[in-house]
């Protein structure tokens, strides 16, 4: 996809300052230095317009970029940094629960893992609860430059085992280096939002007012 337009909106820390325009919501999960940051600007044309933080756990909000006026791109805490608070991990917890179970705009999940190491156990607990609440998935490999390329299906194998991928959730091996994965991603971004927007459109058809159905029965 060609990106003509792509900006930071807002860092929120609850409902009341998510965007109210009713866009496309897909959220970014992933740890904290797995390179969520990196994928954005690589994914946006944008350098250092989603910031990499030198210090891993720092993002504390939802922060929200729009992408063409079609979009957004939803960047979460990162999650399994050993030296941020209990308590703030407590209350991301609670923040990335209320959002993935109650935002309507939601449409799917990115999830980041690198692809140099087997899933963590929190990965592993990321996939499992996206499952769970019903959310699809689009798992993503980062750092694909980091191995060789005849390494690539020996670990995307060990990833898809270990968080034991279900349906048509997908692996794609991105490198913000190369670029590598850039173009399949927005291909499935794409094909699943297309996918939704026909879903939605077929459901609104199917709806039959009232008066007409009294009407039909009479």
């Known amino acids: 996809m060609k990106v003509t337009s792509s900006e930071f909106v807002i860092s929120a820390v609850g409902p009341k300052q998510y965007p109210e325009d009713g866009l496309h919501e897909i959220a970014l999960v992933g740890r904290s230095n797995v390179g969520k940051s990196s994928l954005l ?3 946006m044309n944008r350098k250092g317009l989603a910031r990499i933080s030198s210090r891993p756990g720092k993002t504390q909000t939802l922060n929200y970029f729009r992408v063409n006026q079609m979009l957004y791109f939803v960047d979460f805490p990162g ?8 308590s703030i991990k407590e209350t991301w917890g609670k923040m990335i629960e209320g959002y993935l179970k109650n935002r309507q ?4 999940v990115i999830q980041l893992v690198d692809i140099r190491h087997a899933p963590s156990k929190d ?3 990321m996939y499992d609860w996206c499952k ?4 699809p998935t689009v798992v993503v490999a980062t750092k ?4 060789a390329r005849g390494r690539w299906l020996q670990h995307t194998k060990v990833i898809r085992q270990s968080l034991r991928l279900r349906g048509d959730d997908t692996i794609i091996i991105f490198s913000s280096e190369t670029g590598q994965g850039k173009d399949e991603l927005w291909g499935e971004i794409l094909r699943r939002l297309r996918a939704n927007d026909q879903e939605s459109e077929m459901d609104s058809q199917q709806e039959i007012p009232a008066t007409v159905s009294n009407k039909a029965t009479e």
């Open 79 to 86: 999650y399994g940094y050993a030296k941020v608070a209990k």
């Open 41 to 43: 600007n690589k994914m």
């Open 144 to 147: 694909g430059d980091k191995i």
């Open 123 to 125: 990965d592993i607990a």
């Open 105 to 108: 705009e939601l449409r799917f």
């Open 132 to 135: 769970q609440i019903g959310i």
